[in-house]
């Protein structure tokens, strides 16, 4: 059950930052934090990339100084406002992650940071195709998000930021294998990778170049 916190940090761009930057000590900084999800990929500048549920754009600035076609949708209008300021030189598309206005095969890169654990499971799945229908063959689906922790020392510290910011969808994506619901997709993983005692998990599924239509 979330508090005041949660609402106030989409309210207030100075709180989520700084929620951000404290969270991104952790593994060495934001800058850092920003690439994990997508950094050893080797695409070039050229790649059509979107940045799935990119609220006020701060990762979005990381992926368009690697590329120069970067897309980033939100939900949020205000969020799609926020971002637009500050990286001014990305798309934007104002939708639902779960039904995206662009047509199939657009993508060579589709990334999505700490925004998987606020959809319910239906959600997740619909989310989960859409990403599929929008790469083009060969194309990458990069993600960090919560997992659960295997080091008993890092629980209390994840519980507590859940019971201030989050809600249940952050616990239910603790009892959730995303890399079977990718597999199930039909996605090849290449890379699963783990942080902070396995509280993140960072993955890289592939979409076939041989894909076959779901």
């Known amino acids: 059950m979330a508090t005041i916190l949660r609402t106030w940090s989409y309210q207030f761009p100075w709180l989520y ?3 951000s930057s404290i969270a991104a000590v952790a593994v ?3 800058d850092r934090l920003h690439r994990l999800a997508w950094q050893g990929l080797e695409l070039p500048r050229s790649a059509v990339v979107l940045d799935l549920c990119c609220a006020h754009g701060i990762v979005t600035e990381s992926l ?3 590329f120069d076609q970067v897309t980033g949708l939100d939900a949020s209008p205000k969020a799609i406002a926020r971002a637009r300021q500050r990286v001014p030189q990305a798309t934007y598309v104002e939708a639902f992650a779960e039904a995206m206005p662009f047509a199939a095969e657009t993508f060579d890169l589709v990334h999505t940071s700490m925004a998987l654990h606020e959809m319910q499971p239906q959600q997740l799945t619909a989310i989960v195709a859409e990403v599929w229908r929008v790469l083009k063959p060969g194309g990458w689906f990069a993600l960090i998000d919560f997992h659960r922790p295997h080091i008993p020392l890092f629980w209390p510290g994840l519980a507590l930021f ?4 989050e809600t249940e969808t952050a616990w239910q ?6 890399a ?3 597999h199930a997709q039909g996605f090849e993983l290449a890379q699963q990778d783990y942080r902070l005692g396995r509280s993140l998990q960072i993955i890289h599924a592939r979409k076939p170049v041989l894909a076959v239509s779901h």
């Open 162 to 165: 859940f019971w201030l910011f």
């Open 28 to 30: 060495g900084g934001r």
């Open 17 to 19: 930052d700084t929620i």
């Open 180 to 182: 079977e619901v990718l």
């Open 64 to 66: 368009t100084a690697a």
């Open 173 to 178: 994506l603790l009892d959730t294998d995303l």
